[in-house]
């Protein structure tokens, strides 16, 4: 079985400052990664997606991610956040194959603040 | 990028009623469909996967007499929440994935039984 844990429930952060969301996973097999982001009242949005190939990606709204095998994880960053950011971050994963069903963290919330 | 449409929005209701939620792969087939719940400031719990033409599996703990699901074609899944109790009140939120491509979700239901 996989698990996911992200180090922190809530993350205040000032407008155009840097954050960093952590992501930490287990699994006996290699997995696919996934942050997703949920706004208030709305289902999740990909951010981005780790499958293979480099280990950095890229994603929307500007965000990106690392993932690291010895350390198992997979944290977001963003260089400089707008009020907009503001929402709940989940980090998952999946095996077998990338449409497969998904293991949650228990998620992030982010509270941009001017 | 794909869409999944998920109807209704919201739904208020008396205790007793069965409620249907529809969940639509809009611009591709979606072999697999995921169904969650969500409680307030938490992460999403998986009820049951649907594929196209089978039986759903649920997730332990999960009644599937009080939560029915039907896949009957690769772009329609639906959840029926039969004789809805005050403890049924949740938000629900459908996923569509296949193959390699990440999942992507609906904006969720909002459901409230009175």
């Known amino acids: 079985a996989q698990s996911v844990t992200q180090l922190d429930s809530q993350v205040p952060v000032f407008e155009e400052a840097p954050v960093e969301l952590r992501c930490n996973y287990s699994?006996?097999?290699?997995?696919?990664l996934f942050w997703y982001v949920q706004y208030p009242n709305q289902g999740l949005q990909l951010l981005l997606k780790?499958?293979?190939?480099?280990?950095l990606v890229k994603g929307i709204n500007g965000f990106e991610a690392e993932f690291n095998k010895s350390q198992t994880s997979f944290h977001l960053r963003k260089p400089s956040v707008h009020i907009s950011d503001t929402a709940e971050y989940f980090c998952?994963?999946?095996?077998?194959?990338?449409?497969?069903?998904?293991?949650f963290g228990g998620g992030t919330r982010v509270l941009v603040k001017p | 990028g794909a869409v999944v449409s998920q109807h209704p929005s919201r739904v208020i209701c008396k205790s007793g009623t069965s409620v249907k939620i529809e969940c639509r792969s809009l611009?591709?087939?979606?072999?697999?469909m995921f169904w969650y719940r969500q409680f307030p400031k938490q992460s999403l719990m998986l009820m049951a996967t649907?594929?196209?033409?089978?039986?759903?599996?649920?997730e332990q703990g999960v009644e599937k007499d009080k939560f029915l699901i039907n896949h009957a074609s690769l772009t329609l899944s639906t959840l029926t929440v039969t004789s809805a109790h005050p403890e049924d009140s949740s938000f629900y939120i459908c996923?569509?994935?296949?193959?390699?491509?990440?999942?992507?979700f609906g904006d969720g239901t909002r459901l409230s039984i009175l």
């Open positions: 699994s006996s097999v290699s997995v696919y």
């Open positions: 649907s594929n196209e033409g089978s039986k759903a599996t649920y």
């Open positions: 996923s569509a994935g296949t193959g390699q491509m990440a999942q992507h």
């Open positions: 611009d591709f087939q979606a072999t697999t």
């Open positions: 780790y499958l293979s190939g480099s280990t």
């Open positions: 998952a994963v999946s095996v077998g194959a990338a449409g497969n069903k998904l293991t």
